[in-house]
């Protein structure tokens, strides 16, 4: 095994007002499916490790992994408090042997095998290599107080996606370092940069949305059903 | 005249391939025309002041007015090559008299008579407010070369939104030192915070997104669909 992919899909969806986000039927898919099978389908990924929320740790190992059949899928890991947590015990049960890891959010179900390709490619080339798009709003930075401080650059601001593809060394690196000094952190680069490594941005896609509220699971289907009519056209 | 409404809608939307976004279709009805309808109707605002493309001004001016009929519309304003000219232009024209000034991209059919409320509040409170949201995806700062430096602490981002609402005294002001410093902004309140003064930040909506790109047009039908639906509900 070369490549592995972790995802990441322990999350709860508060937000979303579900109780296990990975389980939210988006078009009639489990959300985490849509991850799930780009991975199984792709030559790139060897092994899938999916990283799934301590109460249904069970399920999805006894009746989901029976049921869905994907192939790839090393281990279900039981997910941890925080993101980085979650990812820490994923990366506990990749093999040594495994050079390359992309680790991607469930909650970005529309991510595609030309993203991926683009991503797995850099990642060998520079060692680190995420998804980026630009920002639409003007973004301000708040005090401890929450007043506005000053208002960001826009044009040198980034929207980060998953998946983020580390030399798998590299990646391990990060997390024992974060885990030394407790970095607390929403992206997997950012434990490479605190490493003063260099991190590869390769241009993503506005549609790689995050599901987060109840609205983006329409703004899935929208694209979903914008996708089927492109395919359609080219048949 | 008390309060004056300024609405920017000079693009040309060239990310979503028209040639006047202010005329772009949702759901049957002009894009500028939710803002227009919005503060048209409102009693927090007594008279507005439309930028427009100057391609455009003319059928502005001499079809639409009569055709749309909005009694509160003062003068339509020919746009400047970027957002802050367009403003620039627009102040140019709002009496002195007026004592406060909300400034809104017409990019944003879908802000509320509520959030307008609260904002004209803040703003005559503060004398400068903005709506802002919490900003979902992690952010990243490029340097002049592309490359990523660092990763922005997400807790204390905020993405800022319209109508930003100003005491006239101060956004003339701000305007005037702005010209003279050459400084170049993608929001108002910038050119206020670079003058030291305080801006409010006012929770904005998630419902009151931006324009952009193709999708957001679908984007804007589902929440007015849902409008729709939680209006039957109520009734």
Known sequence: MNTAAIVVAAGEGRRIGGCCKALLDLNGRELIRYSLDLFEASELID??????HPDFLTRFEKEF??????????????????????????????????SLIAVHDAARPLVTEDLLRRLVYSGRAHGAAVPVVEVVDTIKELDAAGRIVRTLPRERLRAVQTPQVFEASLLRRAYRSAAEREIAVTDDASLIEALGHAVAAVEGSIENIKITVPEDMERGELILRRRGLRIKQRQ
């Open 65 to 98: 992994a029976a049921q869905w059949g994907y192939r790839k899928i090393i281990a279900w890991v039981e997910g941890g408090e925080r993101r980085q947590d979650s990812v820490a015990a994923a990366l506990m049960r990749v093999p040594e042997e495994v």
């Open 47 to 52: 092994g899938i490790f999916a990283v799934v």
